[in-house]
Every structure is written in structure tokens, then in C-alpha cells.
Nanobody, 113 residues
């Protein structure tokens, strides 16, 4: 079973930036995604990246503000988040697009007005 560890979250003011990391315990040659879950809401898709890094996709709500990338040698997927908004406040998780691995603990992102 692959272990996923998310990090990099924190408290930031609106308009600020954060860079999240997702470290996997083994090399993953699959499309990986970032997801988020706000209080009392369903977990939702944020961004995805294929194994080579050549293809990415984003939720409409984050297009132009977030950038997903990966470093396969480091077994890590990143999410650069710029121009953060209070509505981006959530716990952020990474996983495959079909959620085949156990969810990690996530990393909390809180954006103040």
C-alpha cells in the first residue's frame, strides 16, 4: 500500500501564496490529483497531472491561480497556489484519480479575508 503524506499548508491572507507537497512512499507512474474538502462539504477535485507531467487539468475555480507539478525522482507532487481566496480554505489531499490508495492526513489551508 502506497503511503501519501501531504504538507505545506498554513494560514495565509487573501492574495497570498502557498506551495503544497505530496510525498509518496514509492514511485508512482500514474496520474495524480489534488483534492480538497471544506467543512461540511464533499471532497472535490482541484488539479491533476499525468505521470510525465506533460498533461495537467484544473477545476474551473482554481484555473489561472494554481499550478500542479511533479518530480518523479523525489516521488513528490506539488501544488503551487497563488492569489488565494477565503473560499480556498480546506484540507488538501493528494491521491490517484480513482482514489486507489488510502487517503493521507491532508494539510490544512486557511485563507483569511
Amino acid at each position: 500500500q502506497v503511503q501519501l503524506v501531504e504538507s505545506g499548508g498554513g494560514l495565509v491572507q487573501a492574495g497570498g501564496s502557498l506551495r503544497l507537497s505530496c510525498a509518496a512512499s514509492v514511485r508512482t507512474f500514474v496520474t495524480m490529483g489534488w483534492f480538497r474538502q471544506a467543512p461540511e462539504k464533499e471532497r472535490e477535485f482541484v488539479a491533476s497531472i499525468n505521470w510525465s507531467g506533460g498533461r495537467t487539468a484544473y477545476a474551473d475555480s482554481v484555473k489561472g491561480r494554481f499550478t500542479i507539478s511533479r518530480d518523479n525522482a523525489k516521488m513528490t507532487v506539488y501544488l503551487q497556489m497563488n492569489s488565494l481566496k477565503p473560499e480556498d480554505t480546506a484540507v488538501y489531499y493528494c491521491n490517484t484519480m480513482d482514489h486507489r490508495w488510502d487517503w493521507g492526513q491532508g494539510t490544512q489551508v486557511t485563507v483569511s479575508p
